[in-house]
């Protein structure tokens, strides 16, 4: 009696079999991109939230049938692609939300392909000699011992609280200005830290003379939190003053450098981080200003023994054994265990285009809000906030109240035209445009302006 017939498997994407398996199905990936852009036909889906939610209900119909639908993964991609806020599109520009570069994408595909995971060597050799070797040039770069890759800025904040909070002891007081990511705050609170202590930041940048007070009636230990990068406008504290004072009171400094660090790139335009080297801890992340698919983040820290304070040991993963053989020891290189191989995009795309390469597209994005700036500037219809710092440009129609500024913005997303960014950096209401495409060209400039005056009421 002839046994059943076995059932039908689907293919894996690695292992021998595994590129002659992917190959027709990336050409389904690409036609329903291009598919899914097309029906969009803009930097955002047209119709709101409830039309956008309606097509991909269409799409998805039953999340899990009975049978399965051989044509999913076109239907899905194409639906995804339609649906999305396209942000190699000139006219999205509202977030630090970056057109990721098509040799990084591709990198990451291979990084998804071979599912490396980065909590014990045997599963990940290559990815962690490779993540060690990338890490320790980035930090560097930024005049830093060694570096850790995390999920991205908010990660990163988390992390360098951490390890302030371990290296005094188990406590530490953050204070920060009000310009900072709100993501500090939150990890104090999730750490358990005292409340921090909110320093005034006038015109956007933390106030030095205030940083003083601050630390001169506070007693330690002492996290300062400068910025490097605001998210709301992309301004850059005062890094050389905030250092010198962190020396003088016994303050421990941390730099969120998530949205500025990729300056570091730029000739320049390096010199506007100038103290980063003299911090703790630095924040970075390639998923702005380096462009990278997210997930792309690091902290760098200036002392790497303070690490130790991360190190867990776990039989299966790094006995003590294993680790006197020469294995080398991964869980206190983050406080993730499963941990995907995100180095891999990061170092393909350095060795690809070379510092001057990332350079280029650095210059090129602030030369972009340079000019748009200048356009606002020149536009009677229009009020500039200030002349940007690294890419970032607010500006408002002029003459109008908030509600208006905001019922124009919500009407461009609505009809998916335009997508901009709002910010309060004074009290009133701006509209936010963070140029990170390199590919954005003058014309683009213009008709961004055009359709926020067609959308403002007269």
């Known amino acids: ?6 059932p039908r498997l689907p293919p894996l994407a690695s292992g021998p079999d595994g590129p002659g398996a992917l190959r027709p199905l990336l050409g389904t990936v690409l036609d329903a991109l291009a598919a899914g852009a097309g029906r969009r036909a803009g930097p955002l889906p047209a119709g709101g939230p409830d039309a956008v939610a309606a097509r991909v209900a269409d799409a998805l119909g039953d999340v899990l049938p009975d049978t399965g639908d051989p044509d999913a993964l076109h239907t899905l991609v194409q639906a995804l692609a339609e649906g999305a806020a396209d942000p190699a599109d000139p006219l999205c520009t509202a977030h630090l939300h970056c057109p990721p570069l098509a040799v990084a994408a591709a990198a990451d595909l291979a990084a998804s392909t071979l599912n490396p995971s980065l909590d014990s060597w045997d599963q990940a050799p290559a990815a962690s000699a490779l993540e060690a070797a990338v890490a320790h040039a980035l930090a560097r770069a930024a005049g830093l ?37 709100h993501s500090l705050p939150r990890a104090a609170w999730l750490l358990g830290l005292p409340d921090p202590v909110v320093v005034p930041a006038p015109n956007g940048t933390l106030d030095p003379a205030a940083l003083d007070d ?21 301004l850059v504290d005062p890094l050389p003053q905030i250092a010198g004072l962190c020396a003088a009171h016994g303050a421990r400094l941390h730099v969120d450098a998530a949205y500025g660090g990729g300056l570091l790139f730029s000739d320049r335009h390096r010199d506007t981080l100038t103290g980063l080297d003299t911090a703790h801890t630095v924040t970075l992340d390639l998923h702005k200003l380096g462009w990278q698919p997210a997930a792309a983040g690091l902290l760098a820290v200036a002392r790497p023994h303070e690490l130790a304070a991360l190190h ?17 020891d991964l869980l206190g290189r983050s406080l993730r265990t499963t941990r995907r191989p995100d180095v891999l995009k990061i170092a393909v795309t350095l060795k690809t285009l070379g510092r001057g390469g990332l350079a280029a597209l650095v210059d090129q994005v602030c030369a972009r809000a340079r ?20 890419s970032t440009v607010l500006f408002r129609p002029a003459g109008t109240d908030d509600d208006t500024v905001a019922a124009a913005r919500r009407r461009l997303l609505h009809d998916g035209r335009a997508v901009l960014g709002r910010a309060r950096p004074d009290g009133r209401l701006w509209l936010k445009a963070t140029f990170l495409n390199p590919h954005t060209r003058p014309d683009d400039l213009a008709q961004l302006l055009e359709l926020v005056e067609r959308s403002t009421p007269a």
């Open 1 to 6: 009696m002839s046994g059943a017939e076995p």
């Open 214 to 234: 601050a630390l001169t009636a506070l007693p330690g230990p002492l996290l300062v939190a400068a910025t490097a990068g605001t998210t709301d406008a992309g």
């Open 371 to 390: 000019e748009f700036a200048a356009l606002v500037g020149d536009h009677p219809g229009f009020t500039l906030y200030d002349r940007p710092v690294i």
């Open 312 to 328: 867990q040991r776990t039989d299966y993963l790094n006995a003590d054994d294993d680790t006197d053989a020469g294995l080398p």
């Open 145 to 181: 011992a060694d570096a850790l890759v995390t999920t991205g800025g908010t990660e990163s904040n988390q992390l360098a609280l951490l390890l302030a909070r371990e290296a005094h002891g188990g406590s530490v007081r953050l204070v920060c200005g009000t310009n900072a990511h």
